[in-house]
């Protein structure tokens, strides 16, 4: 995680915590199906996007990602990610549109962000356990510990 990547003009690396929530906080990764698609369909798109991602944690209605975007702009990732899953999620489980979101799309338009530096032991952490019952609530009182 701490190697630089060379690009044709540049050498660096750019890590970030990238989360984002389901429309409407409806918990849709309490069916496990449902999470497990999402995660393959998030790792395909990552892999397309040639991005780095070492963790990808989904929680109940939300996905968290610790990332090494590079040259890439964050609303590129973002839109793509959420693109590709709602198109297909919706697609293949017709039953959350009718149930869930038959007013709009699959994920809340809002994202969080943040560059990452000594805290990426602790953040990559956090991020590998969304979904394993936790006595931290918040990011802010996981990197507190």
Not at 68 to 96: C, H, M, Q, S
Not at 101 to 115: A, I, M, R, V
């Amino acid at each position: 995680m701490t190697n630089f990547v060379s690009h044709s003009s540049s050498v660096g690396r750019l890590w970030v915590h990238l989360a984002f929530k389901v429309k409407y906080c409806h918990e849709i990764f309490e069916f496990p199906e449902i999470k497990k698609r999402c995660e393959e369909l998030l790792r395909e798109k990552l892999a397309q996007l040639c991005i780095e991602c070492t963790e990808l944690g989904i929680d109940r209605d939300h996905a968290h990602f610790v990332m090494d975007i590079a040259l890439t702009p964050i609303t590129k990732i973002v839109k793509a990610l959420k693109g590709y899953t709602a198109k297909n999620l919706l697609r293949e489980f017709p039953w959350l549109k009718r149930q869930y979101f038959w007013g709009g799309g699959l994920w809340n338009p809002s994202y969080y962000f943040d560059s990452l530096g000594s805290d990426l032991a602790k953040l990559s952490e956090y991020v590998r356990r969304q979904g394993v019952p936790k006595e931290q609530s918040r990011l802010a009182s996981f990197l507190a510990n």
